[in-house]
């Protein structure tokens, strides 16, 4: 009986084994790997703004009071502009050495202050109410979430559409009935250009409000990539 059983038991792995590499070879056989993509150029929508202030004193609260008056007068600015979202960004203080004595001459410090918002005049008015203290470290543009995947979802729809076009104009080319999809994979590859920024953009702090500053957003290319397999009939 043990006999009998080892070798119904090696023929049925003998039997799994010729059937594993029969669907193995199947579904290696007539395989092609396509790429196809789909982009468009849309306008940014976002505004993102960078400001700061540099601070120096001899004492290390004096210089904290000072820092610390000057981001509470930015936000009390800032809350006149609800349709603009302000965040405080890093806040830094270190001392300054001589350098001859090597000895400490003063605390420097430094604040920022971050701008992001989707209506661009409110967003420069608030800019260059701030440049009367502030100093611009950059001025970027970008396409928002919202509009980045609503355009990617569209997108997604497209490429799909010029992947199944080129697995039907190879399956046509080779003489192939249909095609079966393996394998598909979609990946969104965004460029976004900083436009350079006009010369009104460039100044910094003075005694009186900035003009509002005329700004170009410029535009950005959603790409969106579908990669795959397909295996012909």
């Known amino acids: 009986m043990r006999y009998l059983a080892l070798a119904t038991l090696v023929t049925t792995a003998a039997l799994s084994t010729h059937i594993f590499a029969q669907e193995n070879e199947k579904l290696n056989y007539n395989l092609v790997n396509i790429q196809a993509e789909a982009s468009r150029q849309i306008s940014n929508d976002e505004m993102h703004a960078v400001l700061f202030i540099e601070k120096s004193s001899k004492q290390p609260a004096e210089l904290s009071a000072q820092i610390n008056q000057l981001m509470n007068w930015a936000m009390n600015i800032a809350r006149k502009y609800p349709q603009v979202k302000v965040e405080t960004g890093s806040q830094t203080t270190y001392p300054v050495y001589d350098n001859d004595s090597r000895k400490l001459k003063e605390w420097r410090g430094r604040a920022e202050i971050q701008l992001e918002g989707t209506d661009f005049r409110m967003t420069s008015q608030?800019?260059?109410?701030?440049?009367?203290?502030?100093q611009t470290e950059s001025i970027n543009f970008t396409v928002s979430d919202a509009q980045r995947k609503k355009v990617e979802n569209e997108l997604m729809v497209e490429a799909s559409k010029n992947f199944q076009q080129r697995a039907q104009l190879l399956s046509q080319a080779w003489n192939k009935g249909s095609y079966?999809?393996?394998s598909l994979n979609l990946n969104t590859n965004n460029y976004f250009p900083q436009p350079l920024m006009r010369s009104s953009m460039a100044k910094f702090a003075t005694a009186e409000a900035a003009p509002v500053q005329d700004v170009a957003a410029g535009e950005s290319k959603v790409t969106v990539n579908a990669n795959g397999t397909i295996q012909f009939r």
Request: glycine share 0%; aromatic share 8%; proline share 0%.
């Open 126 to 134: 608030l800019i260059s109410e701030l440049q009367q203290q502030f």
């Open 180 to 182: 079966n999809l393996v």
